[in-house]
């Protein structure tokens, strides 16, 4: 599935400072807590739960923050609609990998066991 330049772009500009307070409410909303959030960040990226928080603070975009993530061998097993859009068929890799992060984050508030939404066999 094709998305467009200027989606793509509008991603690439995001950060994750910008949408952290989002996912908190999300996952909290639900009973889940920030520390299960942040081991949902940090097996996707390989970022520890620090280098997430100084990557925020310097509002990094989401274009950096995933070029210099080292994202888990096991992120193409997400799989499914977010956003309107099959995450398996976007073909921009930067959208795809923001999207892998919000499907994470929804299976979190969804109350999925931390084994499935970590792809653990």
Known sequence: MSTSPEHDQKIAKLTLASVWPHYITKVEKKGR???ELY???TWLTGYSQEEIDQ???????FEIFFKEAKLN????????VICGYRIEEIQTPLTQQV???DKLVDELAKGKKMGKILRVS
């Open 33 to 35: 807590s920030i520390q």
């Open 55 to 61: 990557r925020m603070a310097e509002k990094e975009t």
């Open 99 to 101: 999207r892998y992060l």
């Open 39 to 41: 081991e949902v960040v």
């Open 73 to 80: 061998p096991n992120a193409s097993l997400i799989t499914g």
